[in-house]
């Protein structure tokens, strides 16, 4: 139908700039609401080593259960609440969410040392009470700062922006882990990687898709990952792992820790409890996951 009116066709598809702008006030409205509704939970996935399928932490990762929407992800929400500095509030609400339950678990659970990772937006870093925030997390859940990792992705690092920088400086002198999310995906100069305040890289997803099945993909991105990681003397994880091959792949290249669907969907605190409960001394059955094999 669309054709009928030529060039003016697109438009009919795109809103317009005012009813973008309405959309948007009525998002960062609705996002303020859903937090002082209480209406983010956390989900935990888990981060496994490839050789034994032991549980070695979890990645807290964000839903808004929404009253009529059901559970709505966060490539639906955490962009616009970046853009629109909610991301902030809704931080210190995961940091502090996920540092709870940690803290729940260890009381629960007191043979796991699991570690916690928690995804953070640059736009957080940037506060400037952003280090305090993080121990005050911490210290009143108890939690050791060495059990929390801390995602931020390359785009955060760009142009060495030195408040992010020093910021992250402190976190790391508490203990905290730092983690680079995504890693390859973005733009970072590999030439700067050795001076910043890094102590983990995450293989992006889309590069263990790569490893999958024929040779037309070599594998080459995850493997000079890993060599970079191995050349600075950082850890490594990969993401998005879905596959025995993949996996199998990922241990010959080096790679030592992952997580992704073969071993476990992001899971409710409940149902992370239950694995932890079946397992006192922290192996759990994902090694056996074998009916995946391609
Ligand atoms: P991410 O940090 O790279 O998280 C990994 C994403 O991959 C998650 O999507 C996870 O559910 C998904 N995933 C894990 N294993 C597999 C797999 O085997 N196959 C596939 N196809 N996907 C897998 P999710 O939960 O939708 O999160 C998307 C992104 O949203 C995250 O990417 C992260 O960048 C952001 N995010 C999530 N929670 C938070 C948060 O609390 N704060 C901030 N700032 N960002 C968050
Ligand atoms: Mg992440
Ligand atoms: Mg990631
Ligand atoms: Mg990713």
Redesign the pocket.
């Known amino acids: 139908a669309g054709k009928e009116h030529g060039k003016n066709c697109v438009v009919e598809f795109r809103p317009d700039l005012h009813t973008q702008m309405m959309q948007r006030a009525g998002m960062r409205t609705a996002l303020q609401q859903a937090l002082e509704l209480d209406e983010f939970i956390l989900v935990y996935?888990p981060i496994v080593t490839l050789e034994t399928g032991q549980l070695v932490g979890v990645?807290?990762?964000?839903r808004w259960n929404h009253p009529t929407n059901g559970l709505v992800?966060?490539?639906e929400f955490?962009a616009l609440a970046e853009e629109n500095g909610l991301?902030v509030p809704i931080?210190a609400w995961?940091l502090d969410t996920a540092c709870r339950q940690m803290g729940l678990w260890a009381e629960q659970f007191p043979g796991n040392a699991l570690r916690m990772n928690?995804?953070?937006?640059g736009r957080q870093i940037e506060e400037p009470g952003f280090a305090a925030l993080v121990q005050d997390s911490l210290s009143q859940n108890d939690v050791p700062a060495d059990r929390l990792v801390l995602?931020i992705t390359e785009g955060v690092l760009l142009g060495e922006d030195t408040a992010v920088v020093n910021s992250l400086r402190v976190v790391r002198e508490l203990g905290v882990t730092i983690a680079l999310?995504?890693f390859g995906t973005g733009y970072s100069s590999l030439g700067y990687l050795p001076r910043l305040p890094v102590d983990l890289l995450k293989i992006d997803?889309s590069f263990v898709m790569g490893l999958s099945s024929d040779r037309a993909n070599d594998g080459t991105p995850a493997r000079t990952v890993v060599a970079l990681a191995q050349h600075l003397g950082v850890a490594v994880v990969a993401?998005?792992?879905?596959t025995m091959s993949q996996r199998a792949e990922l241990q010959r290249l080096g790679c030592r820790l992952g997580?992704?669907?073969?071993f476990s969907?992001?899971l409710p605190p409940s149902r992370l409890a239950a694995l932890l409960a079946s397992s006192p001394d922290g192996t759990l059955p994902f090694s056996s996951a074998l009916s995946d094999l391609p």
Do not use: C, K, M, W
Request: no cysteine; charged share 25%.
């Open positions: 996935q990645e807290a990762l964000i992800l966060p490539q955490i991301i931080g995961v928690v995804n953070v937006s995602e999310d995504d997803r993401e998005g792992i879905e997580q992704g669907y073969l969907p992001p």
